[in-house]
Nanobody, 120 residues
């Protein structure tokens, strides 16, 4: 019924920038909170940043001042602008969204994950 499609991951040098995108599609009535999570090797999945439908944001301490989360409600798309990237940012990044379907059912949806590798 609902799918999240991620793009923008890849290999980048330390200090570089990358922009991740997450596009939601399907029988969507509205999308409430959208968020990015990361999972590093051997670690639990962690919240990176979240944004509400009204644009309110919150960030993990480790990315404050470097990452910026945004969304385009008309396109049902969320972005994560990643600047001043560090090797410690290397992880699989996952898109998550709280969605109300046209049927009015509530759906919590995950993307497939996209690999971000920060290395020389």
């Amino acid at each position: 019924q609902v799918q999240l499609v991620e793009s923008g991951g890849g290999l980048v040098q330390p200090g570089g920038s990358l922009r991740l995108s997450c596009a939601a599609s399907g029988s969507i009535f509205e999308i409430n909170t959208m968020a990015w999570y990361l999972q590093a090797p051997g670690k639990e999945r962690e919240l990176v940043a979240a944004i509400t439908s009204g644009g309110h944001t919150n960030y993990a301490d480790s990315v404050k001042g470097r990452f910026n989360i945004s969304r385009d409600n008309a396109k049902n798309t969320m972005y994560l602008q990643m600047n001043s990237l560090k090797p410690e940012d290397t992880a699989v990044y996952y898109c998550n969204a709280d969605i109300r379907a046209i049927s009015r059912a509530r759906i919590n949806s995950w993307g497939q994950g996209t690999q971000v590798t920060v290395s020389s």
